[in-house]
T-cell receptor, first 115, second 116 residues
Framework: SQTIHQWPATLVQPVGSPLSLECTVE??????LYWYRQAAGRGLQLLFY??????ISSEVPQNLSASRPQDRQFILSSKKLLLSDSGFYLC??????????????FGPGTRLTVT | DAKTTQPNSMESNEEEPVHLPCNHS???????IHWYRQLPSQGPEYVIH???SNVNNRMASLAIAEDRKSSTLILHRATLRDAAVYYC?????????????????FGTGTLLAVQP
């Protein structure tokens, strides 16, 4: 069966510090991968998605970047965190449409607080 | 992306059916209707999806209006564990995104409270 891992679970970082959040998927190959952010009391905002290694699409301009160095690894980064980067970060995967995929499966999330 | 409209919140009693409405008057012919739910402090969880016909699975039923401009998620017997935010989302045709992704755009959803 497929599983999705995210770490760390919680993180407290000062303004201006760098960020690296990692997401890995097991039990599938060539998944679509997604990063979402949920600010306190708000809905989910899609940040990035990837349909393959090295292929990243950004949904909104922001202080963050994403990379996919391996098929089942998705990394969210920032060089200098802002207070507005605080939130609940969720990674998700889905089979590609070409593989008949419909559902997205979400990881446990990382709660980031920027102080 | 076509938009959906849901009530901000709803309340239900335990073991009673719950009907969660969603309006999507600008839906296109190739848009799928997806429902996800998010329990507190967790990531969203897939519930059900459909295109034109009503759908049933172990979690819920999805009733889609004949003109497809609205749909209703039905929980047949609400439990306390069903208390969550329920999102109704339209998934555009994959060809809109290069044919390879099923990108979802989440709205604010409906917060369902279940009373014992």
């Amino acid at each position: 069966s497929q599983t999705i891992h995210q770490w760390p679970a919680t993180l407290v970082q000062p303004v201006g510090s760098p960020l690296s959040l990692e997401c890995t998927v097991e039990g599938t190959s060539n998944p679509n991968l997604y990063w979402y952010r949920q600010a306190a009391g708000r809905g989910l905002q899609l940040l990035f998605y990837s349909v393959g290694i090295g292929q990243i699409s950004s949904e909104v301009p922001q202080n963050l970047s994403a990379s996919r160095p391996q098929d089942r690894q998705f990394i969210l980064s920032s060089k200098k965190l802002l207070l507005s980067d605080s939130g609940f970060y969720l990674c998700a995967w889905s089979p590609s449409i070409l593989a008949g995929g419909d559902e997205q499966y979400f990881g446990p999330g990382t709660r980031l607080t920027v102080t | 992306d076509a938009k959906t409209t849901q009530p901000n919140s709803m309340e239900s009693n335990e073991e009673e059916p719950v009907h969660l409405p969603c309006n999507h008057s600008t839906i296109s012919g190739t848009d799928y209707i997806h429902w996800y739910r998010q329990l507190p402090s967790q990531g969203p969880e897939y519930v059900i999806h459909g295109l034109t016909s009503n759908v049933n699975n172990r979690m819920a039923s999805l009733a889609i209006a004949e003109d497809r401009k609205s749909s209703t998620l039905i929980l047949h017997r609400a439990t306390l564990r069903d208390a969550a935010v329920y999102y109704c989302i339209l998934r555009s045709s994959p060809t809109d995104y290069g044919g390879a992704t099923n990108k979802l755009i989440f709205g604010t959803g409906t917060l369902l409270a279940v009373q014992p």
